[in-house]
């Protein structure tokens, strides 16, 4: 059996969402725990190198200890300060645009597209201003965003452009991993994404310059190669962080990685199975369904219905969970935006529904949900 195929009987309490830790990967953890390294170490460089080869064409990788903090680091290296603007989706976890707020710059939220909550290029071009810095992007729930436009709305306007991909491990765009396309690819190893490491991040950028700032603002701006080496001159420049990953999460990731393959196809096809349950049932629409360009890393499924909580209510009376997750960023006092005018986000803000997805369900849960839905609600 593989070690990522369901174990609970049908008929039992169905999560929206579940760790998947496999055994290698929690052997992993053990044996580094018995070793000399278990804050930064060895397993730190194996792990940035492999994950670079494999979802990122080689370019710089650098592990750290939440996807919060690497983008963090990339809305520095953006050269974001205090006034700049920002333009990110209004529909997001609020860590997108949080370190905005660390480095005292101001969001501008843009609307989403219908059809993909992703958000809509069109209207990131309209708030471009002399003050935009950085553009960020979040490829929601797996499926990749209009690239192209992305990246010639960024190359037009002379900004950078940050790719928030916490849920898109996998994807890919036009035949390239996602992580390819912007000057800054920020991952996610939080506990229920693709792959975790307990907690943990990513930051992939294509700068080899900003790659060496990178290492050092994770590590209280201290050269730390050079410190171990023996050559570091004393001296620290920057204001740094204790934003590193460790040798624990770093084993994990990596063991991680040997079974990704077999776990994405898993979840594609999970998510391909509620598409043929759905596709047909009136009155649901499925969120950011097959793009012939791109492929959906399938980290969740959402789908759009009328009378949201009477069908919320309906599967938790058959024990399946389900919720929003997130929410538009725009209504958050913290971000002091006020009531923005979204006319996609505001049509959609109370249909959208998660659906369970992880790696402990069969494709007979699968059809264990989508029959709630077709009975009714």
């Not at 670079?52 to 520095?76: M, P, R």
């Not at 501008?108 to 809509?120: E, H, K, W």
Request: glycine share 8%.
């Amino acid at each position: 059996m593989r070690e990522f195929e369901p174990r609970s009987a049908v008929g039992d309490r169905l999560p929206l969402f579940h760790p998947h830790v496999p055994a290698s990967a929690r052997e992993a953890a053990f044996e580094t725990l018995s070793g000399r390294w278990i804050g930064q170490g060895p397993q730190v460089d194996k792990f940035e190198a492999a994950f670079s080869q494999k979802f990122a064409g080689g370019a710089s990788s650098i592990a750290v200890s939440a996807a919060t903090h690497a983008l963090h680091l990339a809305y520095i290296l953006a050269g974001v300060s205090e006034g700049d603007e920002v333009i990110a989706p209004v529909f997001s976890c609020a860590a997108t645009s949080f370190p905005v707020l660390y480095q005292r710059g101001k969001v501008r939220f843009a609307d989403i597209q219908p059809g993909t909550l992703n958000v809509d290029p069109k209207h990131v071009r309209s708030l471009i201003t002399p003050r935009t810095k950085a553009i960020v992007c979040v490829h929601y729930a797996g499926l990749p965003c209009d690239m192209d436009e992305l990246v010639a709305i960024a190359k037009d306007a002379r900004v950078a452009l940050v790719s928030d991909a916490a849920q898109a491990l996998g994807s890919t765009y036009r035949d390239k991993p996602i992580g390819e396309y912007a000057d800054f690819c920020a991952y996610s190893f939080q506990a229920i994404k693709h792959i975790t490491t307990g907690d943990g991040g990513m930051l992939v950028l294509r700068n080899r310059e900003s790659a060496d700032v990178a290492k050092r603002l994770r590590w209280f701006g201290i050269d730390r190669a050079a410190k171990l080496g023996g050559v570091w001159e004393n001296e620290i420049r920057e204001v740094g962080f204790k934003y590193h990953m460790n040798d624990i999460a770093a084993s994990m990731g990596l063991a991680a990685l040997e079974g990704f393959d077999a776990m994405l196809a898993w979840r594609q096809k999970l998510f391909a199975r509620y598409c043929s349950n759905l596709q047909s049932l009136s009155g649901v629409e499925i969120v950011g369904a097959s793009r012939a360009d791109r492929t959906h890393a399938a980290w969740a499924f959402t789908i759009l219905v009328d009378r949201r909580a009477d069908l919320e209510r309906r599967l938790l009376e058959k024990n399946i969970e389900s919720g929003q997750v997130h929410f538009r960023n725009d209504r958050y006092a913290v971000f002091a935006s006020g009531k923005e005018v979204l006319p996609a986000m505001d049509a959609v803000q109370d249909k959208y529904l998660l659906l369970p997805l992880h790696m402990k369900m069969s494709t007979e849960d699968v059809d264990r949900v989508c029959g709630v839905l077709k009975e009714g609600w």
